[in-house]
């Protein structure tokens, strides 16, 4: 099965990887317009066909009209960053980039520190009710 990369027609917002099957059912439903862009993804990160070149894009709709009968179902490359067919299966991944604008990379961070307090007054009421049990028992021992 192939997987495309597709883009805004303005070339610069990567929307996501897709087989043909997604692209007709989003086209269908109003959410991929005709002149957003796709790409064959070659088992490659989006970034890295990039780097390479030579890419060759075509309208989402000429995209569509080429592909008029469905593929067969087959296993996607285990290079490819494209999701399992299996849900019981595992897969591991490995993230080499993270491409985020720099406001975005902001939120994050402001929703990772709050996010990290719950934790820490977790950990300092475990480490407190250690102490306390080391410390009652150092005063068992010594009366």
Request: with cysteine.
């Amino acid at each position: 099965m192939k997987y495309y990369f597709i883009i805004r027609d303005n070339g610069d917002d990567l929307i996501g990887q897709f087989t043909i099957e997604e692209i007709r059912n989003r086209h269908l439903a109003g959410e991929f317009r005709g002149e957003f862009l796709a790409t064959e993804a070659k088992g490659c990160s989006f970034r890295e066909l990039m780097r390479r070149g030579g890419v060759k894009w075509v309208r989402v709709d000429e995209l569509l009209l080429s592909q008029t009968s469905p593929e067969p179902a087959t296993e996607p490359p285990s290079s490819s960053a494209a999701p399992s067919s299996s849900s019981s299966e595992v897969q591991r991944v490995t993230v080499v980039d993270v491409d985020m604008k720099f406001g975005t990379m902001v939120v994050f961070m402001i929703k990772w520190a709050f996010a990290a307090i719950p934790a820490a007054i977790i950990i300092f009421l475990i480490v407190s009710v250690i102490m306390l049990i080391v410390g009652g028992s150092g005063l068992l021992i010594s009366h």
